[in-house]
């Protein structure tokens, strides 16, 4: 089955067929808060790479372990968008979360998703609200459907 989600990288060195069980997983995630995705890219990168999109289109000069960029004229179409993550970033906070590789990056594909469902995370009240979806997402993660720890 074609899936309307892809994987990219940049700077990195990462199997990008291991990422293919999240496909089906980020589907549902979209279906239970009745989006549809287009096409959706997710571009595994390096710090420095993610930094130097951080200044160029966003002005800030800061690393981060993901930038989203929704590409749809509005916001009814179906999900169209860019989600640049650092992969550097997520195995370092894997570690410090006491999580696996492969479920700090489940959270984190799951958190831009969100970001273009329309869950946003600016005040603490919408910080807890992303928190807990981003839970409700990892919870349609079966343990089958990701190997863990090996990315």
């Known amino acids: ?57 966003l002005n800030h000069d800061t690393y981060t372990d993901i930038i989203t960029f929704d590409n749809r004229d509005d916001t009814d179409q179906p999900i169209e968008g860019d989600i640049f993550i650092s992969f550097e970033r997520v195995k370092e906070n894997a570690v410090i979360n006491k999580v696996t590789v492969d479920i700090e990056l489940a959270r984190v594909m799951a958190h831009g998703l969100l970001h273009l469902i329309g869950f946003k995370d600016k005040t603490d009240k919408e910080k807890q609200t992303m928190r807990e979806q981003e839970d409700n997402a990892l919870n349609f993660l079966q343990e089958s459907t990701v190997s863990r720890g090996t990315l």
């Open 1 to 57: 089955m074609a899936y309307p989600i892809n994987y990219f990288k940049e700077d990195v060195s990462i199997d990008l067929r291991k990422l293919s069980p999240f496909k089906k997983w980020l589907i549902s995630v979209s279906e239970h808060h009745q989006h549809k995705i287009e096409t959706l890219n997710y571009i595994l990168c390096s710090d420095e790479y993610l930094l130097q999109i951080n200044q160029d289109y």
